[in-house]
Nanobody, 121 residues
Framework: QLQLVESGGGLVQPGGSLRLSCGVR????????IGWFRQVPGKAREGILC????????TYATSVKGRFTIARDNAKNTVYLQMNSLTPEDTAVYYC??????????????WGQGTQVTVSS
């Protein structure tokens, strides 16, 4: 049974950085694409980035280009979301999710519990 566990959220000042981790449990993540999403209360969930062994990484949210990167450590079965130059608009609950093989903005069948990121002075 595939389980995803996020960690690394918290409170950070504008301009600061955070690194979120998504640990994949129960299976090897070699054949899964791992995506990062975020959601603000009252708004639709937004796809941010995805990485797959088949096809590499894709950025879906133009607002994070040049600031957020995704990295995959297959040995640790973990995917990281490095977030730099954070702004208050990045405040949200961040989720990682998994789907078979290829990245997409939809059709993810496994989700983590989410981790809160708050950017505030």
């Amino acid at each position: 049974q595939l389980q995803l566990v996020e960690s690394g959220g918290g409170l950070v000042q504008p301009g600061g950085s955070l690194r979120l981790s998504c640990g994949v449990r129960g299976v090897t993540m070699d054949y899964y694409a791992i995506g990062w999403f975020r959601q603000v209360p009252g708004k639709a969930r937004e796809g941010i980035l995805c990485h797959a062994n088949f096809g590499g990484s894709i950025t879906y949210a133009t607002s994070v280009k040049g600031r957020f990167t995704i990295a995959r450590d297959n040995a640790k079965n973990t995917v990281y979301l490095q977030m730099n130059s954070l702004t208050p608009e990045d405040t949200a609950v961040y989720y990682c999710a998994a789907r078979d093989n290829y990245c997409s903005e939809s059709d993810y069948h496994h989700w983590g519990q989410g981790t809160q990121v708050t950017v505030s002075s």
